[in-house]
């Protein structure tokens, strides 16, 4: 649960807020950032809560049953939200439950906590499994603030390469290619320089 002060960002960032107090069953929200004219808050939208420690499972019981149907018929699993080596462990053990100890890990970087530790990600990862690293662009850049998504992207893909650990930079690239079938000159940019 967010504490009164944390930031919490509606709709992939487009409203942002803070939590001014909190009760049993809610939470009062001062808006910080929203369009000029007003923002609508749609019906299942996102929502990141990059100041707030959540205690919840790095794998759920979906999850799990995923993982029974994947093990067979996948070569690489993609882990969303990773967020410490101790969330490693637990995709590893389940994966070692299911005879599935060859089967690729893709670890997928979305969160402050994420980034901070990702040299232990990447030491257990990449000593147990195949492994690579994904750049998130969407949540991390929601997370740790746009400003910061260039230089961040950059030191993931040399901590990765210094590891010899493959990285996929993944949302958004080339969208304006794949919707207007032309891509925007920042794009193009984008996209060289990964």
Known sequence: ??????????????????????????????????????????????????????????????????????????????????????????????????KAGKLGIVAKIETKKGLQNLPEIIVLGAGNHPFGVMIARGDLAIEIGYEQLAETQEEIMWLCESAHVPVIWATQVLEGLVKENLPSRAEVTDAAMA
Not at 2 to 11: H, K, Q, S
């Open 1 to 98: 649960v967010p504490g009164t002060g944390e930031v919490v960002l509606i709709d992939d960032g487009h409203i942002s807020a803070k939590v001014d107090s909190l009760d049993e069953e809610s939470a009062l929200l001062r808006i910080t950032r929203a369009k000029a004219l007003g923002s609508k808050l749609m019906a299942e939208k996102g929502l990141n809560f990059p100041d707030t420690e959540l205690a919840l499972p790095a794998l759920t019981e979906k999850d799990l049953l995923d993982l029974d149907c994947i093990v067979g018929l996948a070569d690489i699993v993609g882990y969303s939200f990773v967020q410490s080596a101790a969330d490693m462990a637990l995709l590893i053990k389940a994966l070692a439950k299911r």
